[in-house]
């Protein structure tokens, strides 16, 4: 079953019928480079060595959802220290 209370439209049906042909193609472009960069920043590799304290194996990708934008950081579970993936 699909919980469609936790999907949201981006924009409504009448915004959407006024949009002109070249909105949607930037919109489309948009969304497109939005999902590649989402993709690439996922599939980034954490380094096998925490900056802040040396342990080496403790750096995890960790997601926030910040204002409805997911961002991505690196997190180390030996000393906690945080810090975005560049
Ligand atoms: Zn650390």
Same mark, same amino acid.
């Given at each position: 079953?699909? !919980?469609? @209370?936790?999907?949201? @439209?981006?924009?409504?049906? $009448?915004?959407?019928? !006024?949009? #002109?042909?070249?909105?949607?193609? &930037?919109?489309? $472009?948009?969304?497109? $480079? #939005?999902?590649?960069?989402?993709?690439?920043?996922? =599939?980034? #590799? /954490? /380094?096998?060595?925490? /900056? &802040?304290?040396? @342990?080496?194996?403790?750096?995890?990708?960790?997601?926030?959802?910040i204002g409805g934008v997911v961002r991505?950081?690196?997190?180390? @579970?030996?000393? !906690?220290? =945080?810090? /975005?993936?560049?």
């Amino acid at each position: 079953m699909v !919980n469609k @209370s936790s999907r949201k @439209s981006l924009i409504s049906i $009448n915004d959407f019928l !006024n949009l #002109t042909q070249g909105t949607i193609s &930037r919109l489309l $472009n948009l969304m497109k $480079n #939005t999902v590649d960069e989402m993709t690439e920043i996922t =599939q980034a #590799t /954490p /380094p096998d060595i925490c /900056p &802040r304290c040396g @342990s080496t194996g403790t750096v995890t990708v960790i997601s926030k959802t910040i204002g409805g934008v997911v961002r991505y950081y690196f997190k180390c @579970s030996s000393c !906690n220290y =945080q810090w /975005p993936v560049q």
